[in-house]
């Protein structure tokens, strides 16, 4: 549109603009020029769970974009085209346009007109497509946990680089404002010196039952969904959202929620680094299902100075000691204690437990709240990675933390390993499960 066209429609526009819709809105606010245009992969939609109907991240991402001005969801991938119809009138009701679809992420490389991807896949799917959107020149903000193993993640941190691509990893407590207060708090020294930390997951999870294999659902491209992973019969506990229990598709509750908490620990303690030391025991309890993976974790870790993080995950009944059903994080100090949630922080001091400074977002202006999405468009259009909220970086080293504690778990005893080579020591077979056999070709590139 010409300069003058465009100033004129926009003024007419102007007076209309409260009653209109979102998307012309934000269309009005911002040069088209300046327009981010994203490409969404990872589309399931609502499930349910013991607190009832929830949106899939793929759905979160999409929300969410629809709030930040001049920002457009223009693509949608998902390997299941039966999720298209119904996400495809969300996004052009949000958006104002109807968005491209896509089975296979690959294709949506080599598309100039996308400039970031955003990823809400399974876990195993991460790091692949991190890797190829970095070397296509795209931004890229993926969902916890960054990577399927320890490997995967380093790749994904050396693309990110090599290609100066903005990357972030999506774990929402890095956003709040009452936890950056909060971790500033300890990073003075105001809570006294930290000697243990201690995050616990504590979120009831149904039997998945026994279910047979199945014919292949029409729309499905299941060869696309297994990716790197060991090719097996199509069976919908394997599929959409199950595959969190299984060993092929999952980093257990670890990886999927427990990463929380390792990324607060880990910030407020400022670790910059892996542990040394790791040892975890756990399994599969109460349960006659398909279920793989342990539903128990208990995961303890030590850093080179003696700091000890303690990792425990439940997927049983269980007393909540408290908190809500999704769990939270502890830090302990020689003068008292503090627990951080996703919004914010409390304290407590000497041995009688005298409340401290305590903080939540809702103590603050709403304008002046944030999330991962903004943070990361907003380094998008400033190119400053360093003020991504969680660089692929932090996403890197939090994810580690689970993947070392499910390494132990497999190899069924206490592990001692070296940040610097990211490597075990003296433990050839503990160091197989920092990779994985990649099923062509759907492969990690030596070197990015």
């Not at 996308?114 to 970095?134: F, N």
């Not at 399927?148 to 999506?170: F, L, T």
């Not at 001091?349 to 709403?366: I, T, Y």
């Amino acid at each position: 549109m010409k300069r003058k066209e465009f100033i004129r429609s926009s003024a007419m526009a102007a007076s209309v603009a409260f009653a209109a819709p979102a998307y012309l809105r934000r269309m009005i606010s911002d040069s088209p020029n300046e327009r981010i245009n994203i490409a969404v992969i990872g589309i399931s939609g609502q499930r349910k769970n013991v607190r009832g109907m929830i949106n899939g991240r793929g759905m979160v991402h999409i929300n969410t974009y629809a709030g930040i001005p001049n920002v457009a969801v223009t693509t949608i991938c998902d390997v299941d085209e039966r999720l298209f119809p119904n996400v495809v009138a969300t996004v052009e009701k949000l958006f104002g346009s109807k968005p491209k679809t896509e089975v296979d992420f690959r294709r949506l490389l080599d598309d100039k007109d996308i400039d970031v991807v955003s990823i809400a896949t399974p876990d195993h799917w991460h790091a692949l497509m991190t890797v190829w959107a970095c070397q296509a020149g795209k931004d890229v903000y993926v969902e916890k946990p960054v990577s399927y193993n320890i490997s995967e993640g380093r790749k994904m941190v050396e693309a990110a680089r090599k290609y100066n691509r903005i990357v972030q990893s999506g774990i929402c407590y890095r956003s709040s404002k009452a936890v950056k207060e909060g971790i500033k708090f300890v990073h003075e020294g105001k809570l006294g010196k930290v000697y243990m930390a201690k995050g616990i997951t504590y979120r009831y999870r149904v039997s998945i039952e026994k279910v047979a294999d199945s014919p292949i659902p029409p729309g499905v491209h299941w060869d696309l969904f297994l990716g790197p992973a060991p090719y097996r019969p199509f069976n919908e506990n394997r599929y959409i959202y199950n595959w969190h229990w299984f060993w092929d598709t999952s980093t257990t509750e670890f990886g999927n929620n427990g990463i929380y908490r390792m990324d607060t620990i880990r910030w407020a303690l400022n670790k910059n680094t892996h542990p040394v030391k790791i040892h975890c025991t756990g399994g599969k309890y109460c349960r006659d299902d398909d279920q793989e993976i342990p539903n128990i974790l208990i995961e303890v870790c030590e850093y080179d100075d003696g700091v000890i993080v303690q990792n425990e995950v439940r997927s049983l009944c269980t007393n909540p000691e408290g908190l809500p059903d999704s769990g939270d994080c502890f830090l302990y100090s020689d003068q008292g204690w503090m627990t951080f949630s996703s919004d914010g922080y409390k304290t407590y001091f000497g041995p009688k437990n005298e409340p401290g400074p305590a903080k939540s977002d809702s103590d603050f202006p709403k304008e002046e709240l944030s999330n991962g999405w903004k943070n990361f468009i907003d380094c998008v259009r400033s190119r400053r990675r360093e003020d991504l909220d969680n660089d692929i970086l932090e996403g890197h080293l939090s994810a580690a933390i689970g993947h070392l504690g499910v390494i132990s778990y497999r190899t069924g005893r206490k592990l001692t390993f070296n940040p610097q080579t990211e490597k075990f020591v003296n433990d050839p077979e503990a160091d197989k499960y920092l990779t994985r056999d990649y099923r062509k070709p759907y492969v990690m590139p030596d070197r990015v």
